[in-house]
């Protein structure tokens, strides 16, 4: 990248299943970032042409019908609120024929339709008072240019999209109750929408002229950024949460393991991916509680590291299941509970650290291997996200996986290049996305160990039934009182 800036804001949790952030707050990461990046060494308002903006999936921003924002606590993509509006929905609708038309794998309480119906029975102030219900990247694009819309990677989250037909289906509209105005229209992620309003562009201090791309979702948009433009290629993400995705014609759909599938920036193409929710943060969460000695390490995750290197191929018979954020479609329930099995007294901090990264591992080659089952992988895996800065952690993949393990020096960049690539695409700078794969230059490449994959291949069948029987257990811990 010519230059990054990174501002944090908030996300509050004000009484259970409810996970909030305020727009208002993204917009003023907007406003701040833009100015140190316009501080930055090479960085020139004069020669920016476009933008494009990517945000979290399943949110729903209230806009009113004078353009104002009706609450300043919206829910994200991970509130689960609306358990029962979920419930209420699906007594009239099948679930699994749900699931085969969205694709909408995540447990489906998250999707924005589910919020939508929640705001329409305990918020009917806001529902009403609402013009549409938009999406957090949309937000922006509005501030940006006062233009209300989505694209079409956006929409495919919002639990009543059609992937096949690219459209909100009517019969799941209808269904929720929700009326079908509230929904913007969809327009492809490279379209301009829009310039800078005049107000805006002082406040950001860039040019009027600049034009503002639909955008995309940050499943599509990191895809693209991962250079994934054609079948088959596939990328793992390696942060707080981890997955695998991978680009397709065609969506992968499994009623049993869910994939979660987005329509891809790209035209005709789609995202579909498998995750675990606690990855980065089950190491997190190693860190802050077993491995408190190694906090005033200068980089207590490469202390870590080092030690896990320490203990051999299987941590010794220790087994880390790594739900400590519940299960994922990939697991028997989502009660399914985290935790270590096979504890032993002679069992050390260094067995400790390497178990969870292979059982973060593990669980990310049960999905790899659904995944495969319908769509033919590459034997280059891509690497991004800050786990990926980890040597140890790509080389215990490469085995895990059995498949080349590639380092680019995109690294963590994937999600903002992808959304450059639809503002240059969309201005014209680019002709296609072609260049996106150009900018991969190789940092690294790790190749399996035959003996070693050999191991891991034993220890993926046991881990998979231990996976089965924490999940059964989860369930005995749900119904259990105390």
């Not at 990046?37 to 308002?45: A, F, H, I, N, T």
Request: aromatic share 10%; net charge negative; glycine share 10%.
């Amino acid at each position: 990248s010519v230059a990054e800036s990174f501002v944090s804001y908030d996300t509050k949790y004000p009484q259970n299943g409810f996970h909030e952030q305020n727009p208002e707050e993204w917009w003023e990461a907007v406003v701040a970032s833009t100015a140190k990046l316009l501080q930055k060494p090479g960085v020139d308002s004069k020669n920016i042409v476009s933008i494009a903006v990517s945000g979290h999936s399943l949110g729903v921003i209230p806009i009113g019908m004078n353009g104002e924002l009706l609450t300043t606590a919206v829910p994200i993509w991970s509130d689960f609120r609306a358990v029962e509006q979920a419930k209420l929905f699906f007594n009239g609708i099948s679930q699994e024929e749900w699931y085969s038309t969205t694709g909408n794998g995540f447990p489906a309480h998250l999707y924005s339709i589910f919020k939508l119906m929640w705001f329409k029975s305990n918020a009917p102030d806001i529902y009403k008072n609402a013009n549409k219900f938009i999406g957090t990247k949309d937000y922006i694009n509005f501030l940006l240019t006062g233009r209300l819309c989505t694209d079409f990677s956006y929409a495919s989250g919002s639990g009543v999209y059609d992937l096949v037909k690219w459209m909100y289906q009517p019969e799941y509209v209808k269904a929720s109750g929700i009326s079908a105005d509230k929904f913007p229209e969809i327009l492809p992620s490279t379209e301009m929408i829009g310039t800078l309003l005049p107000q805006v562009a002082i406040d950001l201090g860039l040019p009027q002229s600049v034009q503002v791309a639909c955008g995309a979702v940050d499943n599509s948009c990191m895809a693209l950024g991962a250079g994934c433009i054609s079948n088959g290629m596939a990328y793992t993400s390696l942060g707080s949460s981890a997955w695998i995705a991978v680009s397709g014609s065609e969506p992968i759909i499994d009623c049993q393991k869910k994939p979660y599938v987005f329509t891809h920036c790209i035209p005709g193409m789609f995202v579909s991916s498998v995750g675990v929710f606690a990855a980065g943060s089950s190491f997190r969460w190693l860190r802050d509680n077993i491995c408190i000695n190694l906090l005033s390490e200068k980089e207590p995750y490469d202390a870590m590291t080092r030690l896990a290197n320490q203990s051999p191929i299987g941590s010794r018979k220790l087994i880390f299941i790594p739900s400590l954020a519940g299960g994922s479609s990939l697991d028997k329930s989502p009660n399914i509970k985290g935790g270590f099995i096979g504890f032993q007294l002679g069992h050390t901090q260094n067995d400790l650290i390497r178990s969870v990264l292979e059982g973060i591992s593990l669980s990310l080659r049960i999905g790899l291997d659904v995944m495969q089952n319908y769509s033919p992988f590459a034997n280059d895996m891509l690497i991004v996200g800050g786990g990926g800065r980890s040597q140890f952690w790509r080389d215990l993949l490469a085995n895990v996986y059995n498949k080349n393990i590639v380092e680019t020096k995109i690294g963590q960049d994937a999600g903002s290049l992808g959304a450059a690539a639809i503002a240059a695409v969309g201005v014209g700078l680019w002709k296609d996305f072609g260049k996106v794969q150009q900018l991969h230059v190789e940092k690294s490449r790790i190749m399996p160990d035959r003996d070693s994959v050999q191991k891991y291949e034993i220890i993926l069948r046991l881990f998979r039934e231990l996976n089965n029987r924490f999940a059964d257990m989860g369930d005995l811990i749900e119904q259990t009182n105390w």
